[in-house]
């Protein structure tokens, strides 16, 4: 009776090594696969690992919206420099497929209230479609879409000044930095000051980095720091309006 109890102690110690042995495997294996794959908690339950190399989403559709409460622009206009505060939005939602990947991005801006210059409103609203190649390059779009601006409104003795046009660029988007992080640029040709008097050339330039504060169930809360500048020619002097964004929002980049 002893020696069978001492037999199945022994047994039960090697079992015990042997699947604690498999433990420390499976868990080696999954560290070397999160380093190499992205992981993803379906609603199943259920971990995927991704191939970061050839997909960095699991969902087909990436979306976000945001709310900027911290904007703040420096403007240059006929050599007299300005300094506003406003609130601004913006909204993207991205469709991704095995070849193709096709998105939109709006943004809208008020600057309200001002700090150096002429007491005057500044507004703006855009809406972009990017489409990219999963195949050639994931990350470099095509920028096709069109924008509104208005500048000096509410100013009695100058003229409100606003500017309409198609918008033509390239940008990069969806770049990944860090465990959350993600680049977005664009650079952009306002072919309206073709068709305008005053404006003898225009460009926009937008540069924003957004990163996941908390995950949720369902979506994630969104922080975004960034800058946006407009630069037209009027009669060969410049006007310049720079804007920088602190945004929060919700968005799932999953």
Do not use: C
């Amino acid at each position: 009776m002893v020696k069978q109890e001492a037999e199945n102690k022994k047994a039960a110690e090697r079992q015990a090594i042997e699947s604690h042995r498999q433990q420390v495997a499976e868990s080696k294996i999954k560290q070397d696969l999160s380093k190499t794959y992205k992981t993803v908690n379906t609603t199943s339950g259920k971990k995927i690992y991704l191939d970061q190399d050839f997909n960095s989403h699991y969902r087909t559709i990436t979306w976000e919206a945001l709310l900027g409460l911290g904007n703040v622009s420096w403007g240059l206009d006929d050599g007299e420099s300005s300094v506003k505060y406003g609130v601004s939005g913006a909204a993207s939602v991205f469709f991704r497929g095995e070849s193709w990947i096709v998105g939109m991005d709006a943004e809208g801006h008020g600057m309200i209230l001002s700090f150096m210059g002429t007491p005057s409103v500044n507004w703006g609203a855009e809406a972009v479609g990017v489409f990219s190649s999963a195949v050639l390059n994931k990350y470099l779009g095509l920028r096709l879409g069109y924008s509104f601006m208005g500048i000096e409104y509410g100013e009695q003795e100058l003229p409100a000044f606003s500017f309409q046009t198609p918008v033509v660029g390239l940008g990069l988007h969806d770049v990944k930095l860090g465990e959350t992080g993600r680049l977005k640029m664009g650079i952009d040709y306002y072919a309206g000051h073709l068709f305008a008097d005053t404006i003898d050339a225009a460009l926009g330039f937008n540069l924003t980095v957004t990163s996941v504060m908390a995950k949720l169930s369902d979506f994630d809360i969104h922080f975004r720091t960034g800058i946006r500048d407009t630069l037209m020619i009027q009669g060969g002097t410049p006007v310049n309006d720079v804007r920088l964004i602190l945004a929060f929002g919700l968005g799932n980049y999953e």
